[in-house]
């Protein structure tokens, strides 16, 4: 068990959460980051659909990673993701159609996640599988809170609610308080990405 | 033996034995769902048009609900007569080729006649169903939904928050055309007929308000109106698609984009 949890593995799972967060330090993944994040659900369920993607396709190419052709591996990983990819969203469509519905295409998205990529490219052709799982685990988190800060930000104030609720007082709103229009577009997801990469890189100065 | 994992040889087997391999997981989970995923889809256009007669399709059981209270009806030759087929999921392609489908539904409320509509959106396909009250001249409930309007914004036409502004709204202006649109956000003029969009969303909303005047105009045998006034003058978005519109007052397409 000790060494299931060696201090190594612990870092594979918890350096992606933070010292070297796939968005806010290898700004990776910033395209979904910016499609999916309007509303606070859309952001959580993209961030977990991410997860366990990146967790199996980690382990998966892990396994594999000795037999892998080293000229076609970009290939080879690629196959593996879409293949992943197709089967979730197969299943999801057959037993939980709700869900499918809300995430319509972001689910094909998460192909294009570079972060899905780098990782089976920089970790997983190199480690074991047990490492290659924390790491897509951590990555996959790492990535899913930056989505639903951001997400937060921009419905708190883009919408008024939270999950749809309404969350802002409406006295508020009496008083003149009017919802930002800017925070629904897409160019304001930039700009919050940004003062999130800010206040966290400002914030491991410090620990450093 | 060690394999040279460079050779070509190798190469060449890997893909080929990858690709096999993978084909065939996919075409099993295909196949393997294909029953479930159907029976999802069909009981969801269900929920649907029960969301237009103002039932909670989260709610209600939709299988016997829909069974008891709806019938799919065809309207041929001035009159509906009970249709046949397989319940259908989409109704563009069926509404294309001359197949008017109209659900007649016994409701708590009296007779309602729901009509499916199918249009564009800013990013794809959008449909929606649209439930008339028996005099078929006010709106009872709207249901809409979209393939992948932006989140938040044009998805919100699938919100019953926006689908509830359809309610009660007359379907004919004063001139026998179709009146029943949707405007930018924040300017209704005529409460009777104009249903206010999404704020953001003004290419969604007028998909959406493309989508109802043309597909009520599709259905205008059956709800009673000059099937040509609805689609010529000043709404210029749907004469583009229209040959028939051959009127000097039906001005050129101007870009539906703003």
Known sequence: MSKLFSEENKAAFSNPLNL????????????????VTSQLKPAIVMGLSVT???????????????????????????????????????????????????????????????????????FAMQNKPWPSLLDGIGNGLGYAWVLVVVGFVRELFGFGTLFGYNVIPKFLFDCGYTNNGMMVMPAMSLIIVGCVIWAHRAYNKEEK | MKWNTNSNVY?????????????????FVSSALKNTQEANVANDTKGQILSALRFDKKAVDVQATFAEKVQDKLFKDG????????????????????????????????????????????????WGYIALNEDKQTVYGSYFYHESETAGLGARIGESEFQNRFQDKQVFGENDDIALTVVKAGSVKDEAHQ????????????????????????YADFIGAPAQGACCGEKSDCCAEKTECENADCPERTNVEQ
């Open chain 1, 20 to 35: 070297n967060n796939p968005i806010a330090v290898q700004v990776l993944g910033i395209c979904s980051a910016l499609a």
């Open chain 1, 52 to 122: 366990v993607i990146t967790a199996f396709s980690n382990v998966i190419i892990s396994l594999i990673r000795k037999s892998i052709p080293n000229r076609i591996r970009i290939i080879v990983q690629l196959v593996v993701v879409a293949t992943l990819v197709t089967i979730v969203s197969q299943l999801l469509k057959a037993y939980v159609y709700d869900v499918s519905v809300q995430l319509s295409v972001y689910v094909g998205l998460i192909i294009t996640n570079c972060i899905l990529m780098g990782r089976l490219e920089a």
């Open chain 2, 11 to 27: 190469t060449f087997v890997y893909a080929i034995v990858m690709v096999i391999i993978v084909a065939f997981l996919l075409a």
């Open chain 2, 79 to 126: 009159e509906l007569v009970p249709y046949e087929g397989n319940f259908l999921t989409s109704y563009g392609q069926a509404i294309k080729d001359g197949e008017l489908h109209v659900f007649e539904a016994t409701t708590d409320d009296g007779v309602k006649y729901v009509i499916p509509v199918t249009g564009r959106g800013l990013w794809g396909g959008l």
């Open chain 2, 195 to 218: 249903v206010d969009g999404i704020t953001g969303a003004t290419l969604t909303s007028n998909g959406v308000a493309a989508m109802v005047s043309d597909g009520l105009s599709k």
